[in-house]
């Protein structure tokens, strides 16, 4: 299953949606590309209502093209990875094709590699033929295990600042991860982490086992990789029509009888009263005062919080 991917270059941030002040990274930022439009200027980070960075539907950012800093298409992102219990993109998969004679293998190139442009079509990854043919690769029906060593192995060898790191260089306990070949199972996995385009679909049920949607979409902060909301539909559950609910990524819980469900514990009343809008009228999703709005109603701490600023600061941001 492949969804549609896009990003930016030239700012060391990719981006989704809307526009917001993007944070930088060690990792520097790819030479501007020949050929592809620039990455619109940074915001300031002391914008008080943007989210650090531009959003994105997670729908809208895999099948799109990988080009060069020359502007010449060189691959697709075929995949996203998400660190579930971290809440972040981890990484991008990327194929190549017959690109300079690396095959048909897949690439897991971490988030902050892969930058976006002004052409939502297309990103732009500053990788080089001697990089690809000594880079980590995998089949598509043999897909690593995403435990630690290996994430260590990828970030190492792209240079990139690990998104579970933090200032002082520390890292987060590892929690446990899925077995070796689950990536490949069709079903979002109570730990560890997770292919989207298994996560957007999964069935969503309320604490007694009913089902009340599922997943339609996940909409991440692409100046430092975090979900910010995951998007449900809820068909015709309690008359609620057809109207589209983000809710914070943490306010939903993994079901205890059924690794491919997720559980939203919210009172039938909260949920009748939960703003919701039109599947063809997209709010802004970077806009902090509607985020914080639908944080507060969840009962979930945004993680924009100034209680958060010092973790975010070291944490993988780009």
Known sequence: MHLNWTAAAA?????????????????????????VPPAAPADKHDAPNEIKGRVRRVTKLVDCDVKNPKGEKIGEIEELVLDKDAGFVAYAVVSFGGFLGVGEKLFAIPFSKVVRTDDDTCVVADLTKA????????????????????????????????????GSGATHPDT?????????????????MCRSSKTIGSDVEDGSGKNLGNIDDIVIDDGTGRIVYVVLSFGGFLGMGDKLFALPWQSLKPSAKDDDKMVLEVQKDRLQAAPGFDKKNWPDMADRRWGLDIYKYYGEEPYWAPSKDKHESGSGSR
Not at 11 to 35: C, D, E, M, V
Not at 131 to 159: C, G, I, M, V
């Open 11 to 35: 700012a060391a941030t990719l981006s989704l949606f809307t526009a917001g002040p993007a944070q930088s990274q060690s990792a520097p930022a790819p030479t501007k590309p020949q050929g």
């Open 131 to 166: 990089q690809l043919e000594k880079a980590p690769t995998f089949a598509n029906d043999a897909w690593p295990t995403f435990d630690r060593a290996y994430s260590s192995t990828l970030h190492d060898y792209y240079k990139a600042t690990p998104y579970w790191a933090d």
């Open 176 to 192: 446990a991860r899925i077995s070796k070949d689950a990536l490949d199972k069709d079903r979002l996995h109570a730990r560890g």
